[in-house]
């Protein structure tokens, strides 16, 4: 049997490098390197899953770098769940990195910010936690990543303060603002080089706050932070 090796494209994300620049129009694109995810870093999510968000510290989870969804393409509905859940999410992309990085100077890798959506198989997470199994089939599926284009931290400047909301077909589902967080920015980057050298392409999918639930196909999503771009896009 003959096959071809294809020569490896880096998946990317689009980059926003002047404030009024369009979204049709970015020309830099953003390599992704790694998907790290944090697991429970708002409080009222941390409760409505069950937890107590004061005795537990945020886990991290990861997904393949080919799980993000760019440019407001649809998501197809995937296989193997009857329990798609949407989790709005600030996602923070890394221009360098390191291991054991001190908070305080945390912010020096931070290339940009985007907004995420990160998609989970609730039911299949439900029985992960239950068994004490790993969660990769829960998250790391192929388009459960979808992400907005990513602003340049030189564009945006400070992000401490603004507003995270996830509408579906107009509704609102979420909606918080993320200095809610328990862990801040810095804080994560500083706690996850502890574990892993962080390194320049790599995306921090920062948790969720509270009103996860489900989508189904038709649904319409549409994911905004203050000073980011709106992602929207369709379940199909
Ligand atoms: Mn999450």
């Known amino acids: ?47 409505e899953m069950g937890g107590d968000p004061k005795q537990e510290p ?21 296989q193997a769940t009857n329990d798609l859940h949407h989790e709005v999410e600030l996602v923070v992309a890394l221009s360098s990195g390191g291991k054991n990085l001190a908070v305080e100077s945390a912010l020096d890798c931070v290339y940009g910010y985007a907004v995420g959506i ?17 969660w990769d089939a829960a998250k790391g599926f192929d388009q459960s990543a979808p992400i907005s284009a990513i602003v340049a931290r030189e564009v ?9 909301c996830l509408r579906v077909n107009g509704e609102i589902r979420q909606n918080a603002n993320i200095n809610q967080m328990i862990w801040s920015v810095p804080e994560i980057i500083s706690e996850l080089s502890k574990f892993f050298e962080l390194k320049a392409g ?35």
């Open 156 to 164: 945006l400047g400070k992000l401490t303060d603004a507003q995270i």
């Open 1 to 47: 049997m003959e096959y071809v090796i294809q020569p490896q494209v880096m998946p990317s994300v689009p980059v926003r490098l002047e404030a009024d620049e369009e979204i049709s129009t970015h020309s830099a694109q953003f390599p992704i390197h790694r998907i790290y995810c944090v697991g429970r870093n708002y409080s009222e999510h941390v409760k």
């Open 202 to 236: 790599d995306l921090i999918y920062t948790g969720t706050p509270s009103g996860v639930a489900a989508v189904v196909a038709g649904d319409r999503l549409s994911a905004s932070i203050e000073g980011i771009e709106v992602l929207e896009f369709a379940i199909v």
């Open 118 to 134: 990160d998609f989970t198989r609730r039911d299949l997470q439900a029985v992960a936690k239950e068994k004490g199994r790993p």
């Open 58 to 78: 945020p886990i991290f989870f990861t997904k393949p770098a080919t799980a993000c969804v760019v440019l407001n393409e649809d998501v197809t509905y995937p």
